[in-house]
């Protein structure tokens, strides 16, 4: 089971909004709406930002949204601020023998 | 509050043994699934392993199939990774994870993880 791809590197300006893509196949992320995303700053644990492509967990500001077009998520980011800078990666339900896989990660700088 | 502690990780030599235990409190770890995922040092997140929350069932990511194995003991609250035929490149820092309450059973929450070394 290959990694999902997604962008090494994302930046913008406070304020502005930006998206990161997640893609797959078939098999994971245009067959199920089971995608999840993760936040990571360095050094520390990963914080889940989104489930089933949409949905956001309490406690996490509605400035992060997600959705899904076929074989390829997203997250958006929009109002960024400085404390979005970090790393974030996608993990889907796959329909192969090993159920569950990690995008390659994205790097968020706020310029 | 969830809380997930990971330890049992260090230095072992390639082809060494090694157990990991991640001890739960906060939640219902009877009824939960659970997951290993790894970092490798600079590198991304792997999935490496999930266990059913009555371990009836376990899956392995292609890497460490056949290498690893995880178990728990709901008695105890306590999640397991028993790692053998250790490699370099199973260096990492390793997470133990919490599935969430939708029917993925992608994890929700995560430990902080314990570092794995494997050198000669």
């Known amino acids: 089971q290959s990694a999902l791809t997604q962008p090494a590197s994302v930046s913008g300006s406070p304020g502005q909004s930006i998206t990161i893509s997640c893609t797959g196949t078939?098999?994971?992320?245009?067959?199920?709406?089971?995608v999840s995303w993760y936040q990571q700053h360095p050094g520390k644990a990963p914080k889940l930002m989104i489930y089933?492509?949409?949905n956001r967990p309490s406690g996490v500001s509605n400035r992060f949204s997600g959705s899904k077009s076929g074989n390829t998520a997203s997250l958006i980011i929009s109002g960024l601020q400085a404390e979005d800078e970090a790393d974030y990666y996608c993990?889907?339900?796959?329909?192969?023998?090993?159920?569950?896989?990690f995008g390659t990660g994205t790097k968020v700088t706020v310029l | 509050q969830v809380q997930l502690v990971e330890s049992g990780g260090g230095v072992v030599q390639p082809g060494g043994s090694l157990r990991l235990s991640c001890a739960a409190s906060g939640f219902s770890f009877s009824r939960n699934g659970m997951h290993w995922v790894r970092q490798a040092p600079g590198k991304g997140l792997e999935w490496v392993a999930f266990i059913r929350f009555d371990g009836s069932k376990k899956y392995y990511g292609d890497s460490v199939s056949g290498r690893f194995t995880i178990s728990r003991d709901n008695h105890k609250n306590t999640l397991y990774l028993q790692m053998s035929s250790l490699r370099l490149d199973d260096t990492a820092v390793y997470f133990c994870?919490?599935?969430?309450?939708?029917?993925?059973?992608?994890?929700?929450?995560w430990g902080q993880g314990t570092l794995v070394t494997v050198s000669s």
């Open positions: 089933d492509v949409s």
């Open positions: 078939s098999s994971d992320v245009g067959g199920y709406n089971y």
């Open positions: 993990s889907s339900y796959t329909n192969s023998s090993t159920p569950y896989v």
């Open positions: 994870a919490k599935e969430g309450y939708t029917s993925s059973s992608l994890p929700d929450y």
